[in-house]
């Protein structure tokens, strides 16, 4: 499988926890997003990385929100001290520098704050 | 700021019926436009897209057109068939721009 892919692709955890999400994006696509989606709306823009560098920061990445990419493939997402607000399907996407606006997404990961 | 409306769902239709979803949109200067497909179980896809005003992406039946003078881009297929059951997002990106600001989904379900 030659798409995105992301882990875990369910998490429950308990308010005031950590969690870290991975995305493993197409493997010559030098662009990553992050999208958050709730119930019955359509994703939300959090971040984008161009090969290891985070180039743009949604107002919706609180400070308990941190994202990498520290070698321009993977990334990774945490969330610090989760609320019950948070609870939302997490997606990535990637694309290539030749065709940008063709997003590849992955399948998410859902997150459940109890 | 940029934004994107979309018909409420959940569209339901008989199979071979005619498919539309109207979809709006606000933004500034000239925005590439797309239809983005999730269907149950699997993630977002791209469907079609269109560049520039007049343009018309199509892809598995699917068309639309862009629309510069209403800012709509509405979603057109001629007869659905169950596998088109699935929700379906339109979505705007600016020019030079780096995220794609989405609708809200509309929800279609084809029964046989």
Redesign the interface.
Not at chain 2, 41 to 46: D, K, P, S, T, V
Not at chain 2, 98 to 105: R, S
């Given at each position: 499988d030659t798409g995105v892919s992301q882990d875990p692709r369910h998490k429950i955890t308990k308010r005031g926890q950590n969690v870290t999400f991975r995305c493993d994006p197409i493997s010559e696509h030098n662009r990553l997003y992050w999208y958050r989606q709730t119930l019955g709306q359509g994703p939300e823009f959090l971040t984008y990385f161009q090969n290891e560098a985070q180039l743009e920061k949604s107002r919706l990445l609180s400070d308990r929100f941190s994202a990498e990419r520290p070698k321009g493939s993977f990334s990774t997402l945490e969330i610090q001290r989760t609320e019950q607000g948070d609870s939302a399907m997490y997606l990535c996407a990637s694309s290539s520098g030749t065709d940008h606006e063709k997003l590849f997404f992955g399948s998410g990961t859902q997150l459940s704050v109890l | 700021g940029d934004s994107?409306t979309q018909m409420e769902g959940p569209v339901t239709l008989s199979e071979e019926a005619f498919l539309t979803i109207n979809c709006t949109y606000t933004a500034t200067g000239y925005p590439?436009l797309?239809w983005?497909v999730q269907y149950p179980?699997?993630?977002?896809?791209?469907l079609l897209?269109a560049?520039k005003a007049d343009d018309k992406g199509s892809n598995k039946g699917f068309e639309a057109t862009y629309r510069k003078e209403t800012t709509s881009f509405h979603l057109e297929k001629g007869s659905v068939q169950v596998s088109d059951s699935a929700v379906y997002?339109c979505?705007l990106?600016k020019a030079a721009g780096?995220?794609?600001?989405?609708?809200?989904?509309t929800r279609v379900l084809v029964k046989p």
């Open positions: - | 994107v590439s797309f983005y179980g699997e993630g977002l896809q791209l897209k560049t997002f979505a990106i780096n995220k794609l600001t989405f609708g809200g989904g």
